[in-house]
């Protein structure tokens, strides 16, 4: 078996106990551990304050959180397809323009546009003053207008911020297409339409629901849009049933029953692309044949394109904006450059230490790809796969028992309490993102890690050279953009991670995501515009990344 370079794949080995794979074992045991925990909890007794969940709130949890699912799961599906579908495949004005714009709500999270939403549909926002100057309405009773703090509200404003994951991964599917499939539909007379439904979107469905289920497990994982809305699912409850009642095991085991949702979408994904496998020939490497639209049909592809970034994207970023700027002294003040900072220096961190733990687990894995070491991988890798709310429930857990059991044996044996020395710290809610986005930085460097030929690891050695000497030599140096890229990617998902964060925390210490939040909460729009703004305008950097990525992917 060869790969594209024509070089052997290495052979996976059984269970092989070196080095490499003993210390990549034990990273993927510590990195497990909240996962494992969350999982086990289900079986403890907590008492009758289950007894009472399940006569009271988790019928709302269940129902919602699968109305949630199924709405979204509609939404970014129309308009993710069809969006990636038109910019590749079709010829009208701007679509050059909207192959990047229709990334631009990646920026945003879903919590940041309930906010601004909330203020511009409410009654004394710009939307509904226009309304009532225009038609003349003197009082909310000369009209209706709808109520986007409900469960529709939710559904419709996690679609604007998720429809990219599944216009990203199609839109990529669809260049990767050949040419000689495409045209051979339309030699036996199939037209646009008929080829999109017959051809290409078969040999597009593994990316398609592959980012369905990233939609969706992020979906899941809100809680500031949910929660601002008064939307009770699993998210909101285990914040409720942690902070609120204190009940520490029975938010445990609502964390555990909303991994079991998590785990049929992984599940129900690879499911699916097990049942589709399409192979293509070639012709990848020449440009795709595109249908230039007339008048009216360009005119309606480019209001589906249009409609989708100003929503998600341009609407609130400038709403935001304004705001900003004719309140700069209330909002950009000392205060905010202190969020910041917060914000910046657990980024960086986290961002540097998930890249140098994916380094050590890409190389050791690139050394002895045995059954072990690449269990120990993925198993290291699945946080990314679980909410941030049941990673917080995880962490802190077993942390507290930790430093409560250490502190009770120090008062013990030598008269001294430690208190809480993880629990509640910034090293705890490094260590719960470290848990959360390893896999975001570990993806990137595998895969830069695995282009490059085994032949030059064979030179270093001849030259003398270790496997240590070899890495920081040869390979760091060939992969310092992928590292640079992943380092980013994690950065800006720190910055925007909200429900671990607002469980974890440690005291008088926030970031900019959760004054947001807390602004929000208490009605204080204005204040909480600059945080906001600024977490867009980070989040821009790995949408212009992508942006570019996809540009070079195919000749144009």
Partial sequence: ???????????????????????????????????????????????????????TALKDYIIN?????????????????????????????????????LLLPLAAPAYLLAYTYTDM????????????????????????????????????????????YVYLLARVAFLEQSVCTIEASRSLGCGPWRSFFSVALPLARPGIMAGSALALMEALNDFGTVQYFGVNTFTTGIYRTWLG???????????????????????????????????????ASKQLPKYKLGFFRALGAWIFCFFPVFLGFLAPGIFLLNMTIRNAEKTLNDKFWELALNSFILAIISAVIAVIVSLIMAYGQRLSPNFGMLSAVRVASLGYAIPGS??????LIPLGRFDNALDSWMLTHFDISTGLLLSGTITALIFAYLVRFLAVAFGGIESSLSKIKPSLDDAARSLGYGATSTLVKVHIPLMWGSMMTATMLVFVDVMKELPATLVMRPFNFDTLAVRVYQYAADERLVEASAPALAIVLVGLIPVIFLTLRITQSRPH
């Fill in 1 to 55: 078996m060869t790969n594209i370079q024509g070089l052997p794949q290495p052979k996976i080995q059984g269970i092989k106990l070196n080095l490499p794979t003993i210390l990549i074992m034990a990273i993927a045991a510590i990195l497990s551990t909240p996962i494992i925990f969350v999982a086990s909890s289900i079986f403890s007794d907590s008492g009758e304050i289950w007894s009472h969940l399940v006569d």
């Fill in 390 to 395: 049941v990673i917080a429930v995880g962490v």
């Fill in 65 to 101: 959180s699968l109305w949630l699912m199924l709405g979204v799961t509609c939404g970014v599906l129309l308009i993710g397809v069809s969006t990636a579908w038109l910019v590749t495949m079709c010829r009208f004005p701007l679509s050059g323009i909207f192959e990047w714009a």
């Fill in 245 to 283: 009642m204190g009940e520490r095991v029975a938010a445990a085991q609502l964390a555990a029953f909303l991994m079991l949702f998590i785990f049929f979408l992984i599940i129900l994904e690879n499911y699916s692309r097990s049942q589709s496998r399409y192979y293509q020939s070639g012709g």
């Fill in 121 to 164: 549909l409410s009654y004394f926002g710009p939307v509904q003053t226009f309304l009532r100057e225009l038609f003349g309405w003197n009082s909310i009773q000369d009209y209706w207008f709808p109520n986007i703090r409900s469960l529709w509200g939710a559904i419709i404003l996690l679609i604007l911020v998720l429809y990219p």
